[in-house]
């Protein structure tokens, strides 16, 4: 439980962010910071009347001690009605990216991989962007932010997420394995995502749809892998990430 006022409003440096506060009709604090889709006092988070409930992922370095890069997602949607983005007109797409920079070396498509299936599980279509610590170049991992749009609808699956990883049928070995593992009956995602949410002191976080939820879509990742492997075999599609992980470490 936040206090918008006290512990947001007023100890920010952000002039950007404390321009947007501002008091709603209802007399509650309300504020909807920057960004270029739908921040407006139409899409505002307001208080009762300033205490609102939200979740945490991490706490960053400051921009001063870590820059960070902002990279366009390859599948951004087009957040338009009637314009639709690239990725869904082409279905050799994958194979343009797999040409431009930074994911035609290293591991970066294999991470955006991670992402899609991160956010397919929970139901995220908002995965506009994604940022890098600016001090490790291309040689680094990405780093999610902003999964407000998470946890939605549960009954539904959005399977338009889960274009890349169909499109490129690229996925670490530890991924897949993970997968597979998840799926089983005695150690299935939702009994251990369950087990770790009752430590928060806002337990219950997901209610049991949203956890059952993800057992489904686990097993809808897993059907467009076996679909990915059995077109173009195993070799192809898994990228053995293990055994280059185990000679690093020697």
């Known amino acids: 439980l936040v206090n918008m006022t006290r512990e947001i409003r007023d ?34 988070l307001c208080g009762k009347p300033d205490q609102i409930e939200g979740s945490l992922a991490a706490f960053l370095p400051d921009l001063n001690l870590a820059k960070r890069k902002t990279w366009r997602n390859p599948w951004r949607r087009s957040y338009h009605k009637r314009k639709k983005a690239e990725w869904e007109v082409d279905p050799d797409y994958c194979d343009e990216v797999k040409q431009t920079p930074p994911y035609d070396r290293g591991t970066r498509l294999l991470d955006v991989m991670d992402m899609t299936v991160f956010d397919f599980l ?12 600016e001090k490790f170049g291309n040689d680094t991992f990405i780093i999610h932010l902003d999964n407000g749009r998470g946890f939605g609808k549960h009954s539904h699956d959005e399977l338009s997420i889960l274009v890349p990883l169909s499109q490129c049928c690229r996925v670490r070995k530890s991924t897949y394995l993970r997968l597979q593992l998840l799926a089983k009956e005695d150690s299935t995602l939702s009994v251990l995502m369950e087990e770790s949410l009752r430590q928060d002191r806002l337990s219950p976080v997901l209610i049991q749809p949203h956890l059952q939820a993800m057992d ?25 990430d293990l055994l280059r992980n185990t000679a690093t470490r020697r």
């Open 216 to 240: 489904r879509r686990l097993r809808v990742v897993l059907q467009v892998l076996a679909g990915c492997i059995e077109k173009e075999g195993y070799a192809n599609v898994v990228e053995d």
């Open 11 to 44: 100890v920010t440096r952000d002039k950007k962010l404390w321009r947007t506060f501002f008091i709603s009709p209802a007399n509650n604090v309300c504020f909807y910071g920057e960004c270029s889709y739908y921040c407006s006092t139409e899409h505002a």
């Open 122 to 133: 929970m139901g995220n279509m908002d995965r506009h962007h994604y940022e890098t610590f």
